[in-house]
């Protein structure tokens, strides 16, 4: 199968009637036929959508979700859930790491994730030494990625430092320490990996876990067009430490160093004063928002408003994989800023004020863009990453287009992908991932192993 008819189908102009989708062997669109009839023994679809880019990924924290909702006898934070995500994180196994991510991205696939972005960290062994293979690791993320028809952008992390001021990595961080040699080593380690659905580019942790020095040497080390990312201002701790070390925000310093472009995905980017916010949306690159992690660690609220109106980009994550859900995503962004404004319909501009339209092009532009890969619209030459959703749902039940993405974001529960291509392959069929009893058996006996630690 090479080609697809949708009844309806979300163009980056908006919903148009009639359309065929014609890709190639590699999974490139070749051709998007407005105003065409349906063939006899040709696929019918009613919805059809470009997939969302996941642009921040820990697939390991997979195995974590939900572990970690218990009070402490102190103040719980931030800072003591990433206690037990360490503890989790010292195990794991290679053929751990595979199983987890392969399950996750099923999930991610099943919502409407067609690619992801994945920060990887996990580089040495239990002991703290490099693998025989030094990419091992990284090589089994993408593994999972292949098996399961995930699009992936690798991202091997830079990790240096326990915190501002160059201090020495905490012996529970060994298998995260990478130099930048190191860290190109990697990255050459992973190019033959490269092709259609695989991407190589780099992420500096923080400006806590790496120098400024460092971030412009590896910047300047990496092959053009690459993408980049770092966590950034996610906690007031972290603003407040920079300032202390720096005399400056993070975004603050971060943008000051010149460094900042289109490729860069700014993560987090929770603790904004205005200056960073126009900083930023200058800058090109994109805030990288992960609501539904966001809160459950108590990050705080991204400035929205304020940061669309300056023409800020900006995707979404799943990030810890407390939800593998866009919808998810992109309902709790809008639905924090109506909380915290008091407030409704925040995510829109002038020229599209229905907010579920908003929310779903801008995650995609900006999801695409931190990708550094042709995703996120149904165009010749993009990807053939598509979404069918559930016609015969009640939501959608003579269901105008124009009305799909706000019904689809904001009301109910009911997963609505019917079905998943990535790069034109099918990898979900009525709401199932393809090889689901294989990857739940491996990822079931990975989990009995690592919760009886
Ligand atoms: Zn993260």
Redesign the pocket.
């Known amino acids: 199968m090479s080609s697809l008819f949708a009844r309806h189908a979300c163009l980056p102009q908006g919903w148009v009637s009639n359309v065929r989708l014609h890709w190639n062997a590699r999974g490139e669109l070749i051709q998007v036929e407005q105003h065409a009839q349906p063939g006899a023994h040709e696929k019918q679809e009613t919805f059809v959508l470009p997939g969302m880019t996941n642009l ?1 990924s ?1 697939a390991f924290q997979r195995a974590l979700a939900g572990m970690t909702e218990m009070a402490g006898e102190s103040k719980d934070s931030f800072w003591t859930w990433r206690e037990l995500m360490y503890r989790y994180a010292l195990h794991i196994t290679p053929e751990q790491i595979q199983a987890i991510a392969a399950q996750l991205y099923s999930e991610c696939l099943r919502h409407g994730y067609t690619s992801v972005c994945e ?1 990887h960290y996990l580089h040495r062994d239990i002991n703290g030494r490099f693998y025989a293979r030094p990419a091992e690791m990284a090589e089994r993320v993408i593994a999972a990625a292949s098996q399961t028809g995930m699009g992936i952008s690798m991202l091997p992390v830079l990790y240096s430092y326990a915190d501002f001021g160059e201090q020495a990595l905490r012996y529970d961080q060994r298998r995260f320490s990478t130099g930048v040699d190191e860290i190109m080593q990697l990255i050459d380690a992973l190019e033959a990996a490269r092709n259609d659905q695989v991407e190589i580019g780099v992420a500096p942790h923080s400006l806590r876990a790496a120098s400024m020095a460092q971030i412009r040497e590896v910047q300047a080390a990496l092959p053009a067009g690459r993408p980049i990312h770092i ?1 950034i201002a996610e906690q007031q701790k972290e603003v407040d430490a920079c300032i202390a070390f720096s005399g400056r925000r993070p975004v603050e310093l971060l943008l000051d160093s010149g460094l900042v472009d289109q490729r860069w995905c700014l ?2 980017a929770t603790h904004l004063n205005k200056a960073e916010v126009q900083g930023v949306a200058a800058s090109g690159a994109v805030a990288g928002i ?1 609501t539904t ?1 966001e809160g459950n660690l108590g990050d705080g609220f991204f400035d929205l408003p304020d940061y669309i109106a300056a023409g800020g980009r900006f995707g979404v994550g799943s ?2 994989h407390v939800s593998q859900s866009p919808v998810e995503e992109l309902r709790w962004l809008e639905y924090g800023q109506r909380l915290r404004l008091q407030g409704r319909n925040i995510a829109s501009v002038a020229g599209q004020r229905k907010v579920g339209d908003f929310l779903w092009h801008a995650a995609l532009q900006g999801g695409a863009q931190a990708s550094g890969r042709k995703l996120g619209q149904l165009a010749v030459g993009y990807r053939a990453d598509m979404l069918v959703l559930d016609d015969q749902h009640p939501n959608l039940a003579g269901m105008r287009s124009e009305d799909v993405l706000n019904t689809w974001i904001f009301a109910g529960n009911d997963n609505l992908v019917r079905d998943v291509y990535v790069g034109g392959s099918q990898v979900v069929q009525d709401g199932k991932h393809l090889q689901q009893p294989a990857i739940q058996a491996a990822y079931g006996a990975c989990m009995r192993a690592l919760r009886a630690l």
Do not use: L
Request: net charge negative; hydrophobic share 20%.
């Open positions: 921040h820990h920060f966590h993560v987090h992960c992690t990030d810890s």
